[in-house]
């Protein structure tokens, strides 16, 4: 009996470490970060010039304050073994808790983009859609031909988990990208696409600089949300982006599993 006890918490606390041999570029949880400025902590440098405002960590989350109507600081963290090759994919994850967001029709300003050859691709915003709700928007880039595609109505206040999809196809205006939000399965066709986008602009292909983290970031005039970020990161297929950010209930429910097998075997 002792050892199917130990054997079910070994099982259990295994379930919570990173798949092995999986690519992924980075996976940070910002809890093992220091309450503070985000630049200078866990390869986390600014992006561009502008410092105002620095992006902080407070709690085991990086925080966007809301309301901002003038480029803050934006963060980024480098994905030197990624790059965009016709024909690959990369998947970028977070996972993020909305509190406000402007009533903008063009939405606010991005918070999450996936940075290549030195410009903001694959931008994730946010806007508020009716009282206590608010939608998630995917952009392929600033360029005019681009414009956000917007998914269902999310609440305030409840931990999402997202994984946000770039795939590369060969020619100029082809390219695709997609999100999802609280995916339930490792395959990607198995999941609901939250919003989608096929680029109308120039094809992305090259070294990829990194993810960003960004504090308004563009001239619409919007004002920003506010927001708080749990977990940021790279990888480059969608099962690992999923093993990399299990669903919070599921790791809840894992670790008190763990632990009562242990207590159990400790009372014998």
């Known amino acids: 009996m002792r050892k199917i006890q130990i054997l079910g918490a070994a099982l259990a606390v295994a379930a919570l470490a990173p798949v092995a041999n999986a690519t992924v570029f980075f996976n940070d949880d910002f809890s ?15 992006g561009g010039t502008v410092a105002t405002l620095p992006l902080r960590v407070n709690g085991g ?8 109507t003038v480029d803050n ?3 980024i963290k480098a994905a030197a073994a990624a790059t965009v090759a016709d024909g690959t994919s990369l998947f970028m994850g977070a ?7 402007p009533t903008a029709t063009g939405g606010s300003s991005y918070f999450l983009a996936l940075r290549t050859g030195g410009f903001d691709n694959l931008r994730i915003a946010v806007r508020e859609s009716s009282t206590g709700k608010f939608q998630l928007g995917l952009r392929f ?6 414009s956000f595609a917007w998914g269902s109505e999310l609440d305030y206040g409840v931990r999402y988990n997202l994984i946000a999809a770039f795939n590369s ?8 990208a997609a999100v999802y939000i609280n995916p339930t399965s490792q395959t990607i066709g198995l999941n609901t696409t ?13 070294p990829v ?22 977990r940021v990161l790279l990888a480059d297929n969608f099962r690992e982006a999923f093993d990399a950010v299990p669903e919070p209930a599921t790791m809840s429910i894992l670790a008190l599993g763990a632990l009562a097998a242990l207590r159990r075997r400790n009372r014998k």
């Open 141 to 146: 880039n600033g360029q005019g031909a681009n």
């Open 32 to 46: 093992t970060f220091t309450n503070g400025d985000l630049v200078g902590q866990g390869g986390w440098a600014q």
């Open 95 to 101: 996972q993020f808790t909305i509190n406000s967001a």
């Open 169 to 176: 196809i060969a020619g100029a205006t082809n390219d695709t």
């Open 194 to 206: 939250y919003a989608s986008v096929t680029s109308l602009a120039t094809d992305l292909v090259g």
């Open 73 to 75: 600081q934006d963060a």
């Open 61 to 68: 989350r990086v925080v966007i304050s809301g309301g901002q």
């Open 209 to 230: 600089d990194g993810v960003v983290i960004s504090q308004f970031g563009n001239a619409t005039g919007t004002v920003s949300a506010d927001l708080a970020l749990a």
